[in-house]
Structures are given as structure tokens and as C-alpha cells.
């Protein structure tokens, strides 16, 4: 019976919020431009790759004493402010969004709250034992950790972390079938080999041999002020696997510290929880996660996302590859341009490599 069985998809009727504007941006205390995305919700079974972009909107990002700062969309659902607007600590933002359809959506008023520096960010190395005993690379990886002293005028901060790793692959070596032939040398342009008088000849440095990988946080991390008492320690902000294919030499991991409000708080301790209670059997109860803004002159219209006014800090270090205390298994050569290997490759090496 068991070995007979099968799994059919079932889709349910459910209440879709499809069309709905859906925002994300916010405002910092670093040096602009801003950026708001604004694109329509889409279908529960519909591709989230493919959210229609807003178009046709006039997007101002307003102080306390009423002055507006434009923000334009060159790039259809992406509005970017002047680069000479920089937010200052103190004031109150908000954002107002004038639809083409004559909605006009706005934030709630938020003050820049200054943030203090992280005190410390360092990593320990944790070998998971017969974790899974196919595949031993998947035992291990680093915790990451960090220290924060935060002052009295934040009531609420958010944590978060993105990372930088390198790939190297050897597009020079590829080859394809050619039929009575065999297999032959195709080299990628972009390798800087071609084949000179039938012989694989390099011609120009390679451009697309090492590229470096962006990692993001995945979840949210954000935390109550009054309940750290103004002190956190040891705060758990990432795992990062030991596996050859992070760690070729080094990983860099960038945290940030950022002041919230009390709603951009309420708002990702709730998008925490049904995230993570989507991997329980007693999942709890979803709920709409409206977020920060609403509709000022139709109270019936739906409008989801953040709109964030935040100061930020950061800090980073780098885990070597060395500070894995055995030895990794050789990386496998992968034949073909770097940025194909995976997602947010780039072959622009940064600047603090």
C-alpha cells in the first residue's frame, strides 16, 4: 500500500489580496539616495518573481515642517530620491503615495532615532556530530554572534546580516559534444581562451572566473529594548555552514543595527512568528500583515508593507577558511562563467576583499 501511494496538489479557495499595492523602502541616516519599491500583490498561486511594478504614482517622502522630496521611477516600481536628501536625527518622516487611480496612501510619522555602534561581533566554530552522517560537510559551520549596548532614546532595534563569499570556476575548460570528433574545447568568451590554430590558447585575462556571492538574512531579528535592560550579549544573529563552497578562502558577514518603531517592531515579530510557525505542526493562526501604511481617503482600500524611518550601524569581520579546524574536501571546477553558479554572483570584486 505504502509503496503504491502518491501526493496530488490540492488548491484551495482562499481570499487573495491580489492587486494590492505592496511597499518596501524606508529612510537611514547614511547619505541617500532612498530607494521605495512599490509593485501589486499577486495571487497565492501565481509566480512572486513576476509582481506587476506601480506605475504612474508620485512618491514624496515629507518632514515634520512639510517639505516634500520627490522620488522618481526611472525604473518602473523602483523610486529613488535626489542624492542630495539626507535624512537628519531628530526630525519625523513619512511617506505619501498619490495614486493614478486618486488613492492616496500615506505612513505614520516616524523620528530617526540615533543608534549606538556594535560593540563586538565574532563567530565560534560548532561541529554538529552525525548530523548527517552522508554528508559530512552539512556537521559543521560557524554561530555568529554579537554585543550591543543600546542607549535610552531607542525602544526598539532590528538586526541584520548579509554576507560575502568568492567562487572561482574554469570556463577555458569547457568542452561539447562534436559528434564523430568527440568531445572538444568550447571555451566561454569571457574565459580569455580561444582556440588559435586548433590548440586552446589564451588570449585575454578571464572576466568571468571569480565572481563573489551575496548572502542575506532570512528571517527577522528584532528586539525590545526594556526587555535586554539596554544590554545584549551573546545575541545569536547567523549560522554559516562550513562547506567548501563558502568558504574557498573567506567569508565576510556584514550586522547591522538599526533603531525601529514600536509598528516596524510589532510588524517583523509577527512576520517572525508565522514564518517560523509555517514548519509546525501547530502552526498558528495567519493573520494580514499590513504594515505601517494605510489609505487616507478610501479607509476600505489595501495597502501592505513597510515604510521604515531607521538609524543604522554596522559591523563586520571575516571567517577564514583556516579557522576551520579540519581540512575541507577539494572544490569541484565548474565550466562555465561564475555568474551562472548561482544567485547575487558578481564578478566586481569589492573593494575590502
Known amino acids: 500500500m505504502l509503496a503504491g501511494s502518491c501526493i496530488d496538489p490540492v488548491k484551495l479557495d482562499v481570499q487573495s489580496e491580489a492587486g494590492a499595492i505592496v511597499v518596501d523602502g524606508g529612510i537611514t541616516n547614511t547619505e541617500g539616495p532612498y530607494v521605495v519599491n512599490l509593485f501589486r500583490s499577486v495571487g497565492v498561486y501565481s509566480d512572486l518573481e ?3 511594478a506601480v506605475t504612474g504614482a508620485f512618491v514624496y517622502i515629507i518632514d515634520e515642517s512639510g517639505t516634500k522630496h520627490r522620488l522618481k521611477d526611472d525604473v518602473p516600481g523602483i523610486f529613488v530620491s535626489d542624492p542630495g536628501f539626507k535624512a537628519e536625527y531628530g526630525k519625523s518622516y513619512y511617506l505619501r503615495i498619490e495614486a493614478y487611480n486618486g488613492k ?9 532615532r540615533p543608534v549606538d555602534d556594535i560593540d563586538n561581533v565574532y563567530f565560534e566554530f560548532e561541529d554538529k556530530v552525525d548530523t548527517d552522517p ?11 554572534y554579537l554585543d550591543a549596548t543600546i542607549n535610552s532614546n531607542v525602544d526598539y532595534v532590528r538586526w541584520s546580516w548579509s554576507g560575502i563569499y568568492e567562487v572561482l570556476t574554469y570556463p577555458e575548460k569547457r568542452m561539447v559534444n562534436a559528434g564523430e570528433a568527440g568531445r572538444v574545447p568550447d571555451p566561454r568568451p569571457c574565459s580569455g581562451y580561444q582556440i588559435v590554430n586548433g590548440l ?14 551575496s548572502q542575506y538574512s ?51 515579530k509577527l512576520v517572525k512568528v508565522q514564518k ?40 563586520s569581520i571575516f571567517i577564514q577558511r583556516s579557522d576551520i579546524p579540519y581540512d575541507l574536501l577539494p ?10 553558479l548561482t544567485k547575487n554572483s558578481s564578478i566586481i570584486k569589492p573593494g575590502f576583499w
Do not use: H, M
Open 276 to 315: 517560523e510557525g509555517g514548519t509546525s505542526l501547530f502552526q498558528p493562526t495567519s493573520a494580514k500583515i499590513k504594515g505601517n501604511l494605510q489609505c487616507v481617503n478610501d479607509p476600505t482600500a489595501e495597502i501592505f508593507g513597510l515604510f521604515s524611518v531607521s538609524a543604522t550601524k554596522t559591523k
Open 50 to 52: 513576476k509582481r506587476p
Open 218 to 268: 532570512r528571517a527577522p531579528e528584532v528586539g525590545d529594548v526594556g526587555f535586554y535592560g539596554g544590554k545584549v550579549s551573546r545575541y545569536k544573529i547567523a549560522y554559516i555552514p562550513a562547506s567548501r563552497d563558502l568558504f574557498l578562502k573567506k567569508y565576510y558577514i556584514q550586522v547591522q543595527q538599526s533603531s525601529i518603531s514600536k509598528e516596524v517592531y510589532d510588524y517583523w
Open 200 to 213: 586552446l590558447t589564451q588570449t585575454s585575462p578571464c572576466a568571468c572566473c571569480s565572481c563573489w556571492v
Open 134 to 144: 552522508d554528508n559530512p560537510e552539512n556537521n559543521a559551520g560557524f554561530n555568529v
Open 104 to 112: 492616496v496612501y500615506e505612513s505614520r510619522p516616524d523620528v530617526l
Open 331 to 340: 572544490n569541484e571546477e565548474f565550466t562555465e562563467d561564475c555568474r551562472s
